[in-house]
């Protein structure tokens, strides 16, 4: 093998020749735009804790997936905060509900872009846990009927894919089953499969109105110091039926996005959560960090593994990359 100075890895570095040497690409396409849906709102409504983000009435939504097509954004994930809550979070499976009325609206205007809705009851409860209650205690079981509902009722209103973060044990086979036998054998389901109980998501529990009354998510979300473990339940997952796989948060857990990527050959999104946009955000706004950041963080997530992020930096991305 050629040394030094017969090999020199700065010959390929010159400003023309490195970008065809580019072992990853970054594209408007590999992102996945989340949007706040509140059926509260008559106009949007900034959400402090992340800086440059609101929450939106049902018709800015459609209009925010409109400005976003036009910078080269597919793809949206939903989340609704519904004007009804209640301890068993029936509103997340009303036909009439925040995101079945948004998902109408987007898909009657806009029938190719890829909307995805986030499937869980932690934003239509009470309590705010991810599963229906007893005492303290998350029941599994009594929840994933529930999730099945949820999902279905999105399927009806058109969603292209859904996407259960709940972390129940056993809601990816009971969904599928789920939209089968209502008819939806071919919505896919992505799965947020590795979800650690971490702290990155408090500023999303602004956005969302999803804090919990009581307890943590630590009974049903992972625990942060296991990778092998994340291995297991994304094998689960994907013997559920999972058609996408989700690590979550990305950045402080790239090893677990590669790991996954090794493993499995299923696409990989990862979800770079609203703490890591936030503290990102922050630090630009304060002038100790450099906007170009946002690029470098997002290609690292995808050179780790990841096929599509869910980012809150999609919007100036894409118009960074135009
Ligand atoms: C709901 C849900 C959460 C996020 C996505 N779906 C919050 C949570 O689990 O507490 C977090 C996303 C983010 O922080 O950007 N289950």
Not at 70 to 94: C, M, Q, W
Not at 136 to 152: F, K, S, Y
Request: hydrophobic fraction near 40%; charged fraction near 30%.
């Amino acid at each position: 093998m050629a040394e030094f100075p017969k090999l020199r890895l700065r010959r390929l570095r010159k400003s023309n020749l490195r970008k065809i040497f580019r072992e990853v690409r970054l594209g408007p396409e590999n992102l996945i735009v989340p949007v706040f849906v509140d059926e509260n709102l008559k106009e949007r409504k900034p959400i402090e804790s992340m800086p440059g983000y609101f929450r939106l009435p049902v018709d800015d939504a459609v209009r925010e997936v409109e400005g976003c097509l036009d910078l080269g954004l597919e793809s949206f994930i939903l989340f609704g905060v519904p004007s009804h809550k209640d301890e068993f979070g029936t509103s997340a499976h009303d036909r009439d509900g925040v995101i079945q009325r948004t998902v109408r609206k987007i898909k009657a205007e806009f029938p190719d872009a890829v909307v995805i809705t986030d499937v869980c009851l932690c934003e239509y409860t009470t309590h705010g846990h991810c599963g229906v209650v007893s005492g303290e205690e998350i029941l599994n079981d009594d929840t994933l009927p529930i999730l099945g509902r949820i999902a279905v009722s999105h399927a009806e209103a058109g969603a292209d894919i859904v996407a259960p973060s709940g972390m129940m044990d056993g809601m990816v086979g009971a969904i599928r089953k789920a939209l089968d036998s209502a008819g939806f054998e071919t919505v896919p389901i992505m799965s947020y499969a590795a979800k650690y109980a971490s702290g990155f998501y408090s500023p999303f529990r602004e956005a969302a109105e999803s804090g919990y009354r009581f307890g943590d998510r630590k009974g049903y979300q992972m625990d942060i110091h296991n990778a092998r473990e994340a291995l297991r339940e994304i094998e689960l997952d994907i013997k559920e039926g999972a058609d996408v796989i989700m690590v979550k948060p990305a950045l402080p857990y790239l090893d677990i996005i590669r790991m996954a990527k090794d493993r499995f050959n299923v696409p990989l999104a990862a979800y770079n959560v609203s703490g890591e946009y936030s503290m990102i955000k922050a630090a630009i706004e304060k002038g100790w960090l450099n906007g170009d950041v946002i690029y470098e963080i997002l290609v690292a997530i995808k050179r780790a593994g990841a096929d599509l992020i869910i980012t809150y930096h999609a919007k100036e991305m894409a118009e960074k990359l135009q």
